[in-house]
């Protein structure tokens, strides 16, 4: 805040106002290492990764900063034996996308919102299986990245509802002075 | 915290993005350029987590049998006229696994029989999914009193799972038998034909270059063939399957998708070790 004289916030509200920064980077980082547990699904880490990411870029971009997508990137790649930068590149794409376009979508009603995501989850596992051949250089199958990509907008509603209701609470508690 | 202009400031967030993204493809190449480098970064974050997964283990445990039991319940009926059935075929089994086992003794008796040491193995549990959207592998939690060398064989309580790639010091990855770049050399049991099991990262791995003339049995016993000095021959891998468009697959007897405990056996055995993307091989004293 540039240019408006504010009183001194206290030690709780500092504090508070870290928690908050940092919750939307955190919490994904948990998700994804729990996603990681042995869970029978294959590929459950990026479908994790990446709602969490692209709701977090349209409605809260300021606590998604791009360099948090990179590390989320580095730890998705890490976390599973995909080719290291892979996730990287891919996530940094459809973060870049949901910002460029968070003012149309946040406008937007649900449904929309989850039919673009949907064409994000496409889109971005298309990109990594792209990538993932040309580094590999051969063909992996293409029903990984399909399963990949129905994975991850089957499970966009899940994290959207409990993801919009803590932004909810977020803004409530900025919002009371 | 440095002042900046607001003109600056701006110019700097909106130059972040596409130096990061430069640096993620430059993340990129030094993976493909040095792959010791993540194997390295990926083993000692599991090696950091794997305490962690270690105490997740037990109540994702208690939520997955409760969810299995719930399912178990549902076809209870069933299960039981299975079983008796099964149980009825097995009896049958015993009596002339005994008649076979006293009669194996007799035999023995009359020769100059030296058995086989029994191999030692570990038990170690499955902590975490290791592999991904295009790889077949699992994550375990090694305790650190344990020795654990890579290429030792991973078999759960029914049959062979994998192979050891990577180890660490609390954590060890075993790529799974499905995963594409899993190459197995087994032996049809019965015919004792030699062929190639080949991940596809499909539930059932793929059988390929059998000898010509001697096409798989459906049914047939898949187990582990000594050839490549990689494998002990006879460890029980699966049985043939034909699919309906004539590909010939092997449905293992491991459960790949539901591990929860694997045994680690130490053969001796170094042979081809996994290819160079996903593990480079350690080098070895030359005998």
């Given at each position: 805040m540039v240019g408006r004289p504010e009183p001194s916030p206290g030690l709780l509200r500092r504090l508070d106002d870290i928690a908050r920064a940092a919750f939307p980077a955190t919490g994904t980082v948990l998700l994804m290492v729990i996603a990681a547990?042995?869970?029978?699904?294959?590929?459950?880490v990026p479908a994790a990764a990446l709602p969490c990411i692209v709701f977090w870029s349209v409605f809260r971009p300021g606590a998604m900063p791009p360099p948090a997508v990179f590390l989320l990137g580095l730890l998705q790649d890490l976390l599973t034996l995909?080719?290291?930068?892979t996730g990287v590149v891919t996530l940094l794409v459809a973060h870049a996308l949901a910002v460029a376009w968070r003012r149309f979508l946040v406008r937007q009603s649900f449904m929309f919102v989850w039919l673009a995501f949907c064409g994000f989850s496409a889109a971005t596992a298309a990109l990594g299986w792209l990538l993932t051949a040309l580094l590999a250089w051969n063909l992996p199958a293409f029903a990984s990245a399909m399963h990949q990509a129905a994975l991850s907008a089957g499970l966009y509603p899940a994290f959207a509802f409990v993801l919009s209701r803590i932004h909810g609470v977020m803004r409530r508690a900025e919002e009371t002075p | 915290m440095i002042r900046l202009s607001i003109p600056l400031r701006q110019a700097l967030a909106r130059l972040s993005l596409p130096v990061l993204i430069a640096a993620a493809f430059g993340t990129m190449l030094l993976g493909k350029a040095d792959a010791l480098l993540a194997e390295r970064a990926r083993i000692a974050l599991a090696d950091a987590l794997a305490p962690f997964y270690a105490a997740f283990a037990e109540p994702a445990r208690a939520v997955r049998e409760t969810v299995e039991e719930f399912q178990q319940l549902l076809v209870l009926r069933e299960e039981n006229a299975r079983l008796r059935e099964e149980n009825e075929r097995l009896r049958r089994w015993q009596a002339a696994a005994l008649a076979l086992e006293m009669e194996n003794a007799q035999l023995r008796r009359h020769l100059d029989f030296v058995p086989e040491r029994a191999p030692a193995f570990h038990t170690a549990r499955?902590?975490?999914?290791?592999?991904g959207v295009y790889a077949r592998a699992v994550l375990l939690s090694i305790p650190p009193e344990i020795q654990v060398r890579r290429g030792q064989i991973a078999l759960d309580e029914r049959g062979f799972v994998g192979r050891v790639t990577e180890v660490g010091s609390r954590s060890a990855r075993v790529l799974l038998a499905?995963?594409?770049n899993s190459r197995i050399p087994v032996t049809l049991?019965?015919?004792r034909v030699r062929a190639m099991m080949v991940g596809t990262n499909g539930a059932r791995p793929r059988l390929q270059h059998?000898?010509?003339?001697s096409r798989p049995a459906e049914g047939e016993r898949v187990v582990t063939s000594a050839e490549g000095v990689a494998f002990p021959a006879g460890l029980p891998v699966g049985v043939v399957r034909w699919t309906e468009g004539g590909v010939a697959e092997v449905e293992l007897f491991a459960r790949a998708d539901r591990l929860d405990m694997v045994r680690l056996f130490d053969f001796g055995l170094g042979g081809i070790l996994p290819p160079e993307a996903i593990a480079r091989p350690e080098p070895r004293p030359r005998r």
């Open positions: 547990g042995p869970s029978g699904v294959p590929g459950l995909a080719p290291l930068g | 499955v902590v975490a999914d290791g592999g499905t995963d594409m049991e019965g015919s059998w000898s010509e003339g």
